[in-house]
């Protein structure tokens, strides 16, 4: 064991070697630093590549000319080394189609080629954009699409960046496109109904809140001025009328959740065939 006059003669012995070979010193100083460098380097080089950012999810919305595109899902072709990204269309009025709509990519591995896009509407709800051509390794990719307004110069872009969530081998069929047309349509009617019951709630709610005001107002103290018993009648006429539009509103709203729930009824049976 070293005691500490030892330690102190060793550290007094280092400074005076220090001092009387300080080239020395300096270039072990800086092999040491260099190394150190070098494989920090190293590692950044030789360590697998990882996404600069996360891919789109499923359900993230684009908009392009007031119109909304659904992104779906992104697959890999590991035969054909193709990336093929899926997008939902949830309007019947929508115009998007491949007369209208260009796609374009690049890649995290290498940021100066440009891949162009095969745009296809595969049924009314889904759109395909495919990719060629497109390495294994591309890890993330940002896509640019483009709308071009009809018999106009006018245009509009949007962007996002996918990632395939799928490895395929071979092409989708026209049935795949169909069964996955459906299972959008059923998710989007899902969440409509949810959307439209969370309505009909507000307004019930909104009307038993009227119907409590009424009762509170009708029970007043008889003691009342004939001005102020007048100003309560209109104030409960209103009430009642609101009462009156509101049970319309719920009337409407369950219509529109009947309707839907047929619908999805309808794209079930669909699936199951």
Known sequence: MIGGSQLKNLLIDFQNYIKNN???FYWILILVIGGIYFSLFAYSTLKPETATRDGAENGEIVTLNSQDLTYLN???NETLHELEVHFGINSIQSLFSENNLEAKMISQTDISKEFAGVVKKQTPQIITMKFSDVPADYIIAKLTIKYQQPNSDESQTAELYVSHNELIQNNFTGNDYKNISVDFKSSFLVAE????????????DHKTSLEQDI???????????????????????????????????????????????EQKQEMERILLK
């Open 74 to 76: 992104s697959y890999y």
């Open 22 to 24: 300080r080239a020395t």
């Open 215 to 261: 009762e509170t107002l009708e029970s007043e103290d008889d003691l009342l001025t004939e001005s102020e018993k007048e100003n309560i009648e209109s104030q409960i006429e209103t009430m009642e009328s609101q009462i009156e539009t509101t049970n319309e509103n719920i009337t409407e709203i369950e219509n529109e959740i009947g309707e839907r729930q």
């Open 193 to 204: 109904i949810e959307s439209l019951n969370t309505t009909l709630i507000e307004l019930e």
